[in-house]
């Protein structure tokens, strides 16, 4: 049974880190396309940072130098750094995994507010 779980999300000041974590199983995770998307209220979801099979990243311009994905294949595991966080970072994050399959979790809620 594939399961996709975010955590690490919570609430923090402007300027400040978090480091959201998604554990995965049921799939051949190395294989896997894996990102982060977050969905603000009233807003459509979006790509925040994805990473290949082979450690390429890729983010978007309005985390670049402040976010940092990054996988590892034997803990079936992938995790978002960020850094510098402003309050229009607030949003459920959500982790994807895409290759055969396409897996979702539920998301976890980060809310950056003074």
């Known amino acids: 049974q594939v399961q996709v779980v975010e955590s690490g999300g919570g609430l923090v000041h402007p300027g400040g880190s978090l480091r959201l974590s998604c554990a995965t199983s049921?799939?051949?995770?190395?294989?896997?396309?894996l990102s982060w998307y977050r969905q603000a209220p009233g807003k459509e979801r979006e790509l925040v940072a994805a990473i290949t099979s082979t450690v390429s990243t890729n983010y978007a311009d309005s985390v670049k130098g402040r976010f940092t994905i990054s996988r590892d294949n034997a803990k079936s595991m992938v995790w978002l750094q960020m850094n510098s966080l402003k309050p229009e970072d607030t949003a459920v994050y959500y982790c994807n995994a895409l290759w055969v399959g396409n897996y979702w979790g539920k998301g976890t809620l980060v809310t950056v507010s003074s």
């Open positions: 049921g799939f051949t995770f190395s294989n896997y396309f």
